[in-house]
């Protein structure tokens, strides 16, 4: 089903290559030349979803789950086998100029900006292309470059930027054109964890300010966590779970991280009383333990232990998705209240 | 939260994909792209020197046919005609010639394509500029050998009368067009083949023969010079030179710019073919 307020719509997307395979050695070389073993290698199998005018979604799962696959077919870059796409109204892979104005993909590892010009020569090519008007390209560059700090770096020579300031301004140049829909694939890859909070901050702002949407990919769990209420998560290419971050860790993981900063130093025997201890340092103590008895163990800590401070989190994502990927498939239904986008359609 | 609108759908989403739009939308972008394009040359100043000094061949091939034209013609070539002939065919050359098959294939194989499939301007409409760009630059590099040619074998040259000049200038940009889609079918190879390269110095080692690039053609064996007259290498060097050096006159010069363009339609619809294809099966691996 979709609803008149998506801007992403996929429906038992499939996506398979052809892909040449030989072992290795010189007889396997030759013979390659006459004869080329080919097989196919399912990317992305009977996929389906929704993405919403204005949300922020994080697209998870593990090397080779199809994660950029799926992004790439979005953005248009790859056909897909079968099924059904369309996003801003378009169907991505026919790249009809007034698709692609509305998007936009930003690869961490790649670049579109001139390498031995200034990003503004960049920006001024992007402006023409994208038929953005002078005045409008004006505002929204002086906007970013304020929102990222970047300054007058957009004026020096790309070759002589650090990484951290090149992401900046290929931001920029991203979204120089107000795009509506943002495919981010690991934009915070390679940077330090300052640059990386600052970008954070600034795609929410982006977000907030234009309500665009935003889907993203990325092995910071720290990025989907202050990034995206909502997750899809994907393994060989299929939906396993789409729905609430938070119902998501609370399903998986629904123990609670209890972390106790101490005093005095504290036997572990004492601490396993308390529960599952799962780190025990010199005055850190990090327990799990299951919801219902948290209030009891907090009261427990405070009455009998040296604690100089409290608090109790979720447990980190990392570790939802490593206990989600051992082979637990979720019911996001159950999880989210929300339908998987194939078993509604 | 307050959202800002982001405004009507963009232009081309109303202009839709039409052939028309796309060449309006060119066109409105070419001026930035010709400038940034040129920015871009300078700035690769360096390798484009080294560039055009390894484009030493016809000078090579000069000396030796100078010193063999010191005994006397060799058929309709003086001393001055080689040096009109050569000196000519090194200029057209380096104004016509694009390489772009490189890039293409790099491009291709590496992913980075990506970025341009990403933006709403063809890709090789986004490409022709680039290339276009370096021609001020080529075309200053070139100057001092034009003025030489003219100096040394001016009388040789055909395009004082103004009908051969407007036909050479025309034979020009069929040159650079054909010579363009030509690359742009050799590029899109990479989509298929992983060696587009290759099929590209196959490509190369024809043109020097063909195409007059080492020897006129009518020096060439009657059945080579016959065979290399018909196909499209002709168009692509012999052609606009001999009209230069008025070794084609003015109505065979009409015939071949006729067959000149013809090819350069020939080219363009199978370098956008194997394009379009292509770009079906690209995998956007690594990008």
Redesign the interface.
Known sequence: MSYPSDVVEVSQLYKT?RVHRRPPGVWAALRSVLVRKTEAVQAVAGLSFHIAA?ERVGFLGPNGAGKTTTL?IL?????PTSGTVKVGGFVPF????????????V?GQ???L?W??PPS??Y????????VPKAQADETIRELTALLDVGDLIQK?TRQLSLGERMKCELIAALL??P?VLFLDEPTIGLDVSMQAKMREFIRAYN?????AVILTSHYMDDVTALCPRVIVIDHGKLIYDGDLKALVRQVRPDKRLTLRLSAPVERAVLEKLGTVVTHDQGLAVLSVAPALLNGTVQGALSSLPVADLSVEDPPLEEVMRELFRGKTVDAAEAAGRPAAGDAA | MSVTSLGPPPRGAREGATFRGALGHAARAYPTLLRVGLSEVVAYRAEFIVWILTTNMPFVMLAIWHAVAADGAVGRFGRADFVAYYLGGWAIRLVTSTWLVWELSMEIRGGTLSTRLLRPLHPLFALAAQHMAALPMRVLVVSPVVVAMFVIAGDRLAVRDPRVLAVFLAALVGAWFLIFFTMVFLGSMAFFVESAIGIFELWLGLHAILSGYLVPLELLPRWVARIARLSPFDSMLAFPLETLTGKRDLTAALASLAVQWAYVAVMAFAGLTVWRRGVRRYVAFGG
Request: aromatic share 8%.
């Open positions: 290559y204005g790439k953005s248009g870059l790859l056909h026919a790249r009809d100029p007034g698709f692609l104005k509305q998007i936009t993909l690869m790649k670049q579109q001139l031995d010009l020569e960049t001024a090519m992007n402006r023409a292309i994208y038929e020579p054109h107000r509506r907030e300010k234009y309500g665009a």
